[in-house]
């Protein structure tokens, strides 16, 4: 007998092009790990990164298809809704004009991609986190 509610991975094309991951008891969920906030830095840190739009140029997560974020930080996720998420993007994030460049809350679009991202700290959207969940043992 498992101990996990009955779930489903979603197929390589659901994760790409509608970006949730695992669907359990009706609830699509997109899971994300903590990163670096630059590529030089050795350990991850305290933001979360957002995207509006992918490196193929199509929709990023934040539009995608899932109900909930689940976020790993360390031996816990952290679930948020996703439209929650979105509405406290837009209301956060006035300036749409995109640049070449990262800064906190800020639309960026890096070199050579198509991608529209962003940056938070996680301290920024502690309002909106649902559940804590910790990893299974």
């Known amino acids: 007998m498992s101990l996990l509610p009955q779930s489903t991975r979603a197929t390589r094309e659901q994760d790409m092009f509608e970006h949730w991951d695992v669907e359990c008891e009706g609830i699509r969920y997109d899971v994300k790990t903590q990163k670096r906030l630059n590529r030089s830095d050795t350990e991850v840190?305290?933001?979360?990164?957002?995207?509006?739009?992918?490196?193929?140029?199509?929709?990023?997560?934040?539009?995608?298809k899932a109900d909930k974020i689940a976020i790993l930080l360390g031996a816990y996720f952290i679930i948020v809704d996703r439209e929650k998420?979105?509405?406290?993007?837009?209301?956060?994030?006035?300036?749409?004009e995109v640049q070449s460049f990262k800064e906190y809350k800020r639309w960026y679009q890096r070199r050579g991609?198509?991608?529209?991202?962003?940056?938070?700290?996680l301290s920024d959207?502690?309002?909106?986190?649902?559940?804590?969940?910790?990893?299974?043992?």
């Open 113 to 121: 991609r198509k991608d529209i991202i962003t940056y938070l700290y």
């Open 85 to 96: 998420l979105f509405s406290y993007i837009k209301e956060t994030i006035t300036n749409l």
């Open 45 to 64: 840190s305290n933001v979360i990164w957002i995207e509006l739009q992918n490196v193929r140029g199509d929709i990023g997560w934040l539009k995608g």
């Open 125 to 137: 959207i502690e309002h909106l986190i649902e559940q804590y969940v910790p990893l299974a043992q």
